[in-house]
């Protein structure tokens, strides 16, 4: 079954501790994104890769750290530099390159970041 | 810049309808439609291209009106599995979202 699987499902975070968010595709898609949803505010976007080793920062990139280092991975690491991580992580993946917004995103289930 | 959405959200008995909003200060290429239960993944319901066709996923269709830089998503006799988030997305090759329209559907 194609998809996008995120892991793991709930994660907690202890003050001043980095942690890292996994996300693999096997649709073979050339883009992978990260986004971050707090309640009310929608999907905010963190960061992008339309290819592997090239990524770029979206809008609220403070405080994260990303590599694409292999086409279906994109692990998101939440950094001590974030102060309130707290929130619901998803990641998708899509086409790239067809103009005129036609690459459709699919969605990770989520992980679910709290701090304890 | 992130699209608007109106309205945050509705309640709606089964078998009624409701008119989604996402409206965008920028030229639009195109808009996305999602769905999100609560703790899922949102899920892709339609995409809408320049030319303001409208577009259909069961009794859940859509428009878009590229003048007014806006689209609509129309739920038809409205169904319990309806209710969920809606997202719209916009942008060229990534997207921005909306803050969703909550809807919730009761018997």
Known sequence: DGGITQSPKYLFRKEGQNVTLSC??????????????????????????????????????????????KKESFPLTVTSAQKNPTAFYLCASSTWGLAGGKN???????????VL | QQPVQSPQAVILREGEDA????????????????????????VFLMILLKGGEQKGHDKISASFNEKKQQSSLYLTASQLSYSGTYFCGTGDYKLSFGAGTTVTVRA
């Open chain 1, 24 to 69: 693999e595709q096997n649709l073979n898609h050339d883009a992978m994104y990260w986004y971050r949803q707090d309640p009310g505010q929608g999907l905010r976007l963190i960061y992008y890769s339309q290819i592997v080793n090239d990524f770029q920062k979206g809008d609220i990139a403070e405080g994260y750290s990303v590599s694409r280092e």
């Open chain 1, 104 to 114: 459709i995103q699919y969605f990770g289930a989520g992980t679910r970041l709290s």
């Open chain 2, 19 to 42: 008119v989604i909003n996402c409206s965008s200060s920028k030229a639009l290429y195109s808009v996305h439609w999602y769905r999100q239960k609560h703790g899922e993944a949102p």
